[in-house]
């Protein structure tokens, strides 16, 4: 079993930033990649980014290519997810996934409680 907690969610206007991040605990080696996706009410869970615990390679969404910017501290078994120039349309649930490199929910294996994201214009 794998736990993760995210946290840094809150409430910024648009052209802000926030940082989220993720704290993994349990058997996190059985885990190659960590993701982060999003959910906003009446929509389907989207990908947002991904990250290689080994190699540190990286994929985001084309939504947030540019703003958004994944990184990993190994050491700590946390991930980040950098959100910078945020938009309205960026509000959202932000889940963190535990899995295999890759921008497809269901191949993800373990996901964490959620953090909202509210971004005003």
């Known amino acids: 079993q794998v736990q993760l907690v995210e946290s840094g969610g809150g409430l910024v206007q648009a052209g802000g930033s926030l940082r989220l991040s993720c704290a993994a605990s349990g058997r996190t080696f059985s885990s190659h990649a960590m993701g982060w996706f999003r959910q906003a009410p009446g929509k389907e869970r989207e990908f947002v980014a991904t990250?290689?615990?080994?190699?540190?390679?990286?994929y985001y969404a084309d939504s947030v290519k540019g703003r958004f910017t994944i990184s990993r501290d190994n050491a700590k078994n946390t991930v980040y997810l950098q959100m910078n120039s945020l938009k309205p349309e960026d509000t959202a649930v932000y889940y963190c996934?535990?899995?295999?490199?890759?921008?497809?929910?269901?191949?993800?294996?373990?996901w964490g409680q959620g953090t909202q994201v509210t971004v005003s214009s």
């Open positions: 996934a535990a899995g295999v490199f890759s921008g497809v929910p269901a191949i993800y294996d373990y």
């Open positions: 990250i290689n615990w080994s190699y540190g390679s990286t």
